[in-house]
């Protein structure tokens, strides 16, 4: 999916933890110029942080693994009721 990264990055642009460039319009000059602006501004940097940490959820790849081990007994039961229905 092309320019599929930008869904991924509107929370944390949102919370103020991030700036976004689009993928249509990246360039090293464009990229290069953003981060002059942000390194040129220590506070704002650590403001930024403090967002972009506050945005995220620490554990997410843990409730993930946990989420896909409590579903995956049901769906592989269901899998197997429709693979018997279909046998039928």
Same mark, same amino acid.
């Given at each position: 999916v092309d320019d599929h990264q930008t869904a991924n990055a509107h929370g944390f642009v949102r919370a103020g933890g991030a700036i976004a460039m689009a993928q249509a319009t990246f360039a090293p000059a464009a990229l290069t110029a953003a981060l002059a602006e942000l390194l040129a501004d220590p506070?704002?940097?650590?403001?930024?942080? !403090?967002?972009a940490r506050n945005a995220g959820v620490v554990?997410? !790849?843990? #409730?993930?693994a946990d989420l896909v081990e409590r579903?995956?007994?049901?769906?592989?039961?269901?899998? #197997?009721? #429709?693979?018997? !229905?279909q046998a039928a």
């Open positions: 506070a704002r940097l650590v403001t930024m942080a !403090e967002r554990d997410a !790849e843990t #409730r993930l579903l995956a007994p049901a769906a592989a039961a269901g899998a #197997r009721c #429709r693979g018997a !229905e």
